[in-house]
């Protein structure tokens, strides 16, 4: 089935130590979006690729960075981590000029 | 500004009875609606959307939302619920663009037996 997979499901990172998050999909959508999801919040959007131009969104610290090697993976690295960057990190993708998100099951993210 | 208004933070119904969750948007130009579901520590999955067309649209899962652009809304509606339903449920307006999607803050749903 085709999908979007985020690994690790799991993350437990150090205050300070850089992480760094996967997603990968099997759509072939152009199309893929980092989202934050705080406790018993809704998800915000960080950044998104459309092919491989990059779109920041305008609150989105400079500590959050993004690449995506080819149309199919996707990272989010957060290059210093702080308790406040907790959170469940959501992936998601669309085709080109379709509006349907297409998420993955997410990556809880802790810091210690 | 864009924004989407779920009024109820948690809602609790008992198993086998209908269900209503509001959504309220507000949007300059001709929305695309959606709703999600998120069962605890995963993902969200798309109940169904709105683009244009009939107002009423059938989604998964029994669940049906109907579009209401006088009142600005598009409530998530299913007659009969089941204990798999609870869940923290999302509303979403988009553009044409296709690009972000603004969420509400969700409506969690708890089903009491």
């Known amino acids: 089935d085709a999908m979007v997979i985020q690994n690790p499901r799991y993350q437990v990172t150090q205050f300070g130590k850089p992480v760094t998050l996967s997603c990968s999909q099997t759509?072939?959508?152009?199309?893929m979006y980092w989202y934050q999801q705080k406790s018993s919040q809704a998800p915000k959007l960080l950044f998104h690729y459309y092919d491989k131009d990059f779109n920041n969104e305008a609150d989105t610290p400079d500590n959050f960075q993004s690449r995506r090697p080819n149309t199919s993976f996707c990272f989010l690295d957060i290059r210093s981590p702080g308790l406040g960057d907790a959170a469940m990190y959501l992936c998601a993708t669309s085709r080109a000029g379709g509006n349907e998100q297409y998420f993955g099951p997410g990556t809880r993210l802790t810091v210690t | 500004a864009q924004s989407v208004t779920q009024p109820d933070i948690h809602i609790t119904v008992s198993e086998g009875a209908s269900l209503e969750l509001r959504c309220n948007y507000s949007?300059?130009?001709?929305?695309?609606l959606f709703w999600y579901v998120q069962s605890p520590g995963q993902g969200l999955q798309l109940l169904l959307k709105?683009?244009?067309?009939?107002?009423l649209v059938q989604g998964i899962k029994g669940f049906e939302a109907e579009f209401k652009r006088s009142q600005s809304s598009f409530n998530l509606r299913k007659p009969s619920v089941h204990w798999s339903d609870a869940a923290e449920y999302f509303c979403a307006v988009g553009n044409q663009a296709g690009t972000a999607l603004i969420f509400g803050k969700g409506t969690t749903l708890s089903v009491s037996s």
């Open positions: 949007y300059g130009a001709t929305p695309y």
């Open positions: 709105y683009f244009s067309g009939d107002t």
């Open positions: 759509l072939n959508h152009n199309v």
